[in-house]
């Protein structure tokens, strides 16, 4: 047992990206004290910028984070370690102990889940060192980057014509790759009358020099030119704390490609004073300014409702 063991935290933070700290930042300027515990995997950092967000638009994430977290440090109700919460149970008194990896042990009154969700994708060579570059997962976040190039889209089925049709508002020349599942008749009409080319053959590897995207190769040995890639993620739990704790997840379907805890529009998972935000509790797609705004109300809501002892 530690110093620490006899100490009720009103918060612990579970998770430093752009939730977790955002929910902090919250939380100490209403004076809580609060405890962040940082396992250091935000998911953004392969990304050369961040994109899209109004005043920080085009700023490299570990600088953004490392700017969060000196913030952080001016208040003195706020506390920031590294590590990571392995296990959690809910007490009697509906008080949250929480064990991290190394053996600390943390009580806290409120719990807000921030830990952010792992990105799966397909397991195709030359991708996850391109991932965050010229292969993303969001046209929002990099869109704009890699606009009036000759873009490809890997997915399937309805998101797959969606996604499809969305990127061509960033450039003219777009493919659809389904690798290797076939599309409807009536896909490939919606397909053909937007603009959008189709290849349905299987991947077998990225390729070009560095993090750059020069072509894709089939596996039937044809190549399709290619500057950056769109690819379907499905976003799961990173650990099974969530449900430890009493949270209820949505199931990953074709259009909601999200394990995601249930909340309410305040971050309110059901359970009293457990609260989730960012891509963990995300039924939209992930973003770091969507994460800040979740992280914000959810910080909010556990101060307000510590005030009124639920």
Not at 174 to 198: D, I, K, M, P
Request: hydrophobic share 40%.
């Amino acid at each position: 047992m530690n110093a620490r063991d006899n100490t009720t935290r009103d918060c612990v933070v579970i998770g430093a990206g752009a939730a977790g700290l955002s929910a902090a930042l919250t939380l100490g300027r209403a004076r809580r004290g609060t405890l962040v515990v940082d396992a250091g995997r935000q998911s953004d950092l392969a990304a050369p910028g961040i994109g899209g967000l109004l005043g920080q638009d085009g700023r490299p994430p570990a600088e953004f984070y490392a700017r969060g977290r000196a913030e952080l440090a001016s208040y003195p109700s706020v506390e920031l370690c590294r590590g990571e919460v392995v296990s959690g149970v809910r007490e009697a008194d509906g008080s949250f102990t929480l064990d991290l990896g190394d053996g600390r042990r943390e009580r806290a009154r409120s719990v807000v889940l921030a830990p952010g969700t792992d990105y799966r994708y397909p397991r195709v060579p030359g991708m996850d060192e391109r991932w965050g570059r010229t292969v993303f997962h969001c046209p929002f976040c990099r869109g704009w980057e890699v606009r009036g190039r000759t873009l490809g889209v890997l997915a399937s089925g309805a998101v797959g014509v969606h996604g499809a049709l969305n990127l061509r508002a960033w450039s003219e020349r777009v493919t659809l790759l389904t690798h290797g599942r076939e599309l409807s008749a009536q896909e490939h009409e919606r397909l053909a009358a937007g603009g959008v080319a189709v290849d349905e053959r299987p991947l077998a590897a990225l390729d070009g020099p560095g993090t750059a995207l020069r072509s894709l190769t089939f596996a039937d040995g044809g190549e399709l030119p290619l500057d950056a890639l769109l690819v379907k993620t499905v976003l799961h739990q990173r650990s099974p704390l969530a449900r430890d704790l009493g949270a209820s997840l949505t199931e990953p379907d074709e259009m909601l490609s999200v394990e995601a805890i249930t909340v309410d529009p305040m971050g309110r998972t059901g359970v009293p004073r457990l609260y989730a935000a960012g891509d963990a509790a995300a039924s939209t797609p992930p973003s770091v300014a969507a994460a800040l705004a979740s992280g914000h109300l959810a910080g909010a809501t556990a101060s307000v409702e510590l005030v009124a002892g639920r």
